[in-house]
C-alpha cells in the first residue's frame, strides 16, 4: 500500500539532486568564473618613516580563450582601473594556448599603460617550452607583441628603476621557471647599482621563491596558483599546480620579505569554486 507513496519519494529525491546538481554546475561555470572581487592588502616596506602610501594593481592569469573572452578582461581591466593605482603590474598566463585575437587584445590592455607606468612578466603559458607540449606557442613572440602595442614593458630576466611619489623602486621581473627561462642573475644585475631602493620582484610562479631566496628583494608579486581554481571543504585544492600549497592566494610573510599570490582572473577549463576571481590591490606604506 504504501509503494506508490515510495515512488513517488525516490522520484522527488532523485529530482532534487538533479536539480542540486545542475545548480551547481551551472554556478562553478557561469557564475563564479564572472564574479570579480578586489583582492586588498597594506604592505608595510618604507625603510623610512614618512613615504607617501601608493597603490599597486596586480593583474595575473588573464588566459585569454575559448573560457575567459576579451570582455571580461576588459571589465576586470576597469574594475582594476576604478581603484586608482599609481603602478600597475601583471604577472603572466596572459593566454592559455594559441589566441588570433592580437588587436582585440592590445585593445583590451591598452587603458592600464594610459593610467599608469605599467610592467609585466611572463608565464608559463604565454609561448615556449612549456607551452608548445599542451599546444601553445612555441616562443613568446605573440605575446610579446600584444605588450608592445599595448605600451607595456616587459621584464624579461630585467629589471627597471622607477620613481613613484617619493618611493625609489627597483622591479625586477623574472623569465616563467616551468618555461626555464629563469635567469635571476641576469634579472638582478642592475639591481645594486640602485642600493637604496625598495626591490619589487615579478615572477608569476610562487615555488620560484627558493631560487631567489639569496638575492636581495622586499616583495614578491605572483600569480599562477588561480588561488587553487577549486576549493573544496575539507579537501583544499586538489589541483593547484604548485609544490607548496601553502602559498595559493593572499599574502605572506616569507623569510622577512613579502609574497604577494593573487587568485588571478581567469581560469583553465571554464570554472571556478570558492575561489572568485581578484584584481588585486596592494597599498604599499
Ligand atoms: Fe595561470
Same mark, same amino acid.
Given at each position: 500500500?504504501?509503494?506508490?507513496?515510495? *515512488?513517488?519519494?525516490?522520484?522527488?529525491?532523485?529530482?532534487?539532486?538533479?536539480?542540486?546538481? &545542475?545548480? +551547481?554546475?551551472?554556478?562553478?561555470?557561469?557564475?563564479?568564473?564572472?564574479?570579480?572581487?578586489? =583582492?586588498?592588502?597594506?604592505?608595510? &616596506? @618604507?625603510? /623610512?618613516?614618512?613615504?607617501?602610501? !601608493?597603490?599597486?594593481?596586480? %593583474?595575473?592569469?588573464?588566459?585569454? @580563450?575559448?573560457?575567459?573572452?576579451?570582455? !571580461?578582461?576588459?571589465? /576586470?581591466?576597469?574594475?582594476?582601473?576604478?581603484?586608482?593605482?599609481?603602478?600597475?603590474?601583471?604577472? =603572466?598566463?596572459?593566454?592559455?594556448?594559441?589566441?588570433?585575437?592580437?588587436?582585440?587584445?592590445?585593445?583590451? %590592455?591598452?587603458?592600464?599603460?594610459?593610467?599608469?607606468?605599467?610592467?609585466?612578466?611572463?608565464?608559463?603559458?604565454?609561448?615556449?617550452?612549456?607551452?608548445?607540449?599542451?599546444? +601553445?606557442?612555441?616562443?613568446?613572440?605573440?605575446?610579446? @607583441?600584444v605588450l608592445t602595442k599595448a605600451k607595456v614593458t616587459l621584464l624579461h630576466n630585467a629589471s627597471q628603476p622607477v620613481q613613484i611619489r617619493d618611493w625609489n623602486l627597483m622591479l625586477?621581473? &623574472?623569465?616563467? /621557471?616551468?618555461?626555464?627561462?629563469?635567469?635571476?642573475?641576469?634579472? !638582478?644585475?642592475?639591481?645594486?647599482?640602485?642600493?637604496g631602493a625598495t626591490t619589487i620582484v615579478l615572477s608569476h610562479n610562487p615555488d620560484t621563491k627558493m631560487g631567489l631566496k639569496s638575492y636581495a628583494w622586499d616583495l614578491m608579486l605572483?600569480?599562477?596558483?588561480? =588561488?587553487?581554481?577549486?576549493?573544496?571543504?575539507?579537501?583544499?585544492?586538489? !589541483?593547484?599546480?604548485?609544490?607548496?600549497? *601553502?602559498?595559493?592566494?593572499?599574502?605572506?610573510?616569507?623569510?622577512?620579505?613579502?609574497?604577494?599570490?593573487?587568485? +588571478?582572473?581567469?581560469? %583553465?577549463?571554464?570554472?571556478?569554486?570558492?575561489?572568485?576571481?581578484?584584481? @588585486?590591490? &596592494?597599498?604599499?606604506?
Amino acid at each position: 500500500m504504501n509503494r506508490p507513496k515510495t *515512488k513517488f519519494s525516490r522520484r522527488k529525491f532523485l529530482a532534487t539532486i538533479g536539480l542540486a546538481g &545542475l545548480g +551547481g554546475a551551472t554556478y562553478v561555470r557561469w557564475v563564479e568564473p564572472h564574479w570579480l572581487d578586489v =583582492g586588498r592588502h597594506k604592505i608595510h &616596506l @618604507s625603510k /623610512s618613516d614618512g613615504k607617501t602610501p !601608493f597603490k599597486v594593481l596586480q %593583474l595575473s592569469d588573464f588566459h585569454a @580563450s575559448p573560457v575567459v573572452s576579451i570582455n !571580461f578582461i576588459k571589465e /576586470s581591466i576597469r574594475l582594476g582601473l576604478n581603484q586608482q593605482p599609481d603602478l600597475i603590474l601583471l604577472t =603572466g598566463d596572459f593566454i592559455t594556448h594559441k589566441f588570433d585575437q592580437l588587436e582585440e587584445y592590445v585593445e583590451a %590592455l591598452a587603458p592600464l599603460a594610459k593610467a599608469a607606468p605599467t610592467y609585466a612578466c611572463l608565464g608559463n603559458h604565454d609561448g615556449g617550452l612549456w607551452a608548445v607540449r599542451g599546444g +601553445g606557442y612555441e616562443d613568446t613572440e605573440f605575446i610579446r @607583441s600584444v605588450l608592445t602595442k599595448a605600451k607595456v614593458t616587459l621584464l624579461h630576466n630585467a629589471s627597471q628603476p622607477v620613481q613613484i611619489r617619493d618611493w625609489n623602486l627597483m622591479l625586477v621581473g &623574472l623569465g616563467d /621557471s616551468w618555461a626555464e627561462e629563469m635567469q635571476p642573475e641576469a634579472a !638582478f644585475a642592475r639591481a645594486p647599482s640602485n642600493p637604496g631602493a625598495t626591490t619589487i620582484v615579478l615572477s608569476h610562479n610562487p615555488d620560484t621563491k627558493m631560487g631567489l631566496k639569496s638575492y636581495a628583494w622586499d616583495l614578491m608579486l605572483c600569480g599562477h596558483t588561480h =588561488g587553487g581554481q577549486v576549493c573544496l571543504p575539507l579537501i583544499g585544492a586538489p !589541483f593547484a599546480p604548485v609544490r607548496d600549497k *601553502k602559498l595559493l592566494g593572499g599574502l605572506y610573510r616569507w623569510n622577512n620579505r613579502w609574497i604577494h599570490v593573487t587568485r +588571478g582572473l581567469g581560469n %583553465l577549463h571554464g570554472v571556478r569554486f570558492n575561489c572568485r576571481p581578484e584584481v @588585486s590591490l &596592494l597599498t604599499l606604506v
